[in-house]
């Protein structure tokens, strides 16, 4: 699904496509042609594995800023007596069911207004301004997977400048003690907090996942917790079906395409299956 009205220009989106090229550039022309040499075997085996993963993060890159993360339907309602919805999220005052003032739409589970998109999102995870879009419903699995390559593509690239560095020192002495310089303290500069902060990104959203959370749902989450805590009961999160069934709803019932950016899987995103779904089905309830 993409995105309805114009984008515009975004300096982060611009700036991550600048890295992103001079990355490539730097890794392939400079770290592995000086390490193996392009015309050889090692060099282009490693040139078409880290093009490969490149692309990759690209691609989904692309999808998850160009793909709308989900707008909430004008017809929609929720049906208070659907025997197939056991559970209604409600206000926290009230105990009425969640309205937006702003949109003027009644919201779906698990959806929120975005301030910066003037719109409710569907799954709402947060709004990311690398992207320039909301991460939600509909984009959250590219966005995800985007970070798994883009942390791939670092750690790789990383790796490169190293060695390349510290391989054949006679062949560095050969050339001109400048000449790269100013490409690698760039590409050090970039890569080294670069891996540090994906990767951080990366093992958060691997428990996000796990949990079947999104951002917004963790620190609504742990108010819940404290508040369940204080009245001597419990808090379990109605979206955590277990490990394995929370992977599957994000990324989707075949495991040789996770790391893929397919998305057939998600549903409209207006109802999520529930733990409350497994007791009401269960012959005892």
């Given at each position: 699904?993409?995105?309805?009205?114009?984008?515009?220009?975004?300096p982060?989106?611009?700036?991550?496509?600048?890295?992103?090229?001079f990355?490539?550039?730097?890794?392939?022309?400079?770290?592995?042609?000086?390490?193996f040499?392009?015309?050889?075997?090692?060099?282009?085996?490693?040139a078409?594995?880290?093009?490969?993963?490149?692309?990759?993060?690209?691609?989904?890159?692309?999808?998850?800023?160009?793909?709308?993360?989900?707008?909430?339907?004008p017809?929609?309602?929720?049906?208070?007596?659907?025997?197939?919805?056991?559970?209604?999220?409600i206000?926290?005052?009230?105990?009425?069911?969640?309205?937006?003032?702003?949109?003027?739409?009644?919201?779906?589970?698990?959806?929120?207004?975005?301030?910066?998109?003037?719109?409710c999102?569907?799954r709402?995870?947060?709004?990311?301004i690398?992207?320039?879009?909301?991460?939600?419903?509909?984009?959250?699995?590219?966005?995800?997977?985007?970070?798994?390559?883009?942390?791939?593509?670092?750690?790789?690239?990383?790796?490169?400048?190293?060695?390349?560095?510290?391989?054949?020192?006679?062949?560095?002495?050969?050339?001109?003690?400048?000449?790269?310089?100013?490409?690698?303290?760039?590409?050090?500069?970039?890569?080294?907090?670069?891996?540090?902060?994906?990767?951080?990104?990366?093992?958060?959203?691997?428990?996000?996942?796990?949990?079947?959370?999104?951002?917004?749902?963790?620190?609504?989450?742990?108010r819940?917790?404290?508040?369940a805590?204080?009245?001597?009961?419990?808090?379990?999160?109605?979206?955590?079906?277990?490990?394995?069934e929370?992977l599957?709803?994000?990324?989707?019932?075949?495991?040789?395409?996770?790391?893929?950016?397919?998305t057939?899987h998600i549903g409209?995103?207006?109802?999520?299956?529930?733990?409350?779904?497994?007791?009401?089905?269960?012959?005892?309830?």
């Amino acid at each position: 699904m993409k995105r309805r009205g114009g984008i515009g220009f975004s300096p982060p989106v611009a700036a991550v496509v600048l890295a992103i090229g001079f990355l490539y550039f730097s890794t392939v022309f400079v770290f592995i042609d000086r390490w193996f040499g392009l015309a050889s075997s090692p060099g282009l085996m490693n040139a078409a594995a880290f093009t490969g993963v490149a692309l990759m993060c690209v691609f989904n890159y692309a999808a998850s800023v160009f793909t709308d993360p989900g707008r909430v339907p004008p017809t929609f309602v929720p049906d208070v007596e659907d025997a197939e919805t056991p559970i209604h999220e409600i206000k926290r005052k009230g105990g009425d069911l969640r309205y937006c003032q702003k949109c003027s739409l009644y919201k779906p589970p698990r959806a929120h207004h975005c301030r910066v998109c003037k719109r409710c999102v569907l799954r709402m995870d947060h709004h990311c301004i690398w992207i320039n879009n909301c991460v939600g419903h509909a984009n959250y699995k590219v966005f995800f997977v985007f970070v798994v390559y883009a942390v791939t593509a670092c750690i790789y690239s990383l790796v490169l400048l190293l060695g390349s560095l510290i391989i054949d020192p006679e062949k560095d002495d050969q050339q001109s003690e400048n000449s790269f310089r100013t490409v690698y303290v760039i590409s050090g500069l970039l890569l080294v907090p670069l891996c540090i902060a994906l990767g951080v990104l990366l093992g958060w959203h691997i428990y996000l996942i796990l949990h079947n959370k999104t951002t917004i749902e963790y620190h609504e989450g742990v108010r819940a917790m404290w508040l369940a805590e204080k009245g001597g009961s419990v808090y379990n999160h109605p979206y955590d079906l277990g490990a394995y069934e929370n992977l599957t709803m994000v990324l989707g019932p075949n495991i040789l395409s996770w790391l893929c950016p397919t998305t057939t899987h998600i549903g409209s995103g207006l109802r999520f299956r529930t733990s409350y779904d497994e007791l009401a089905a269960s012959p005892d309830s």
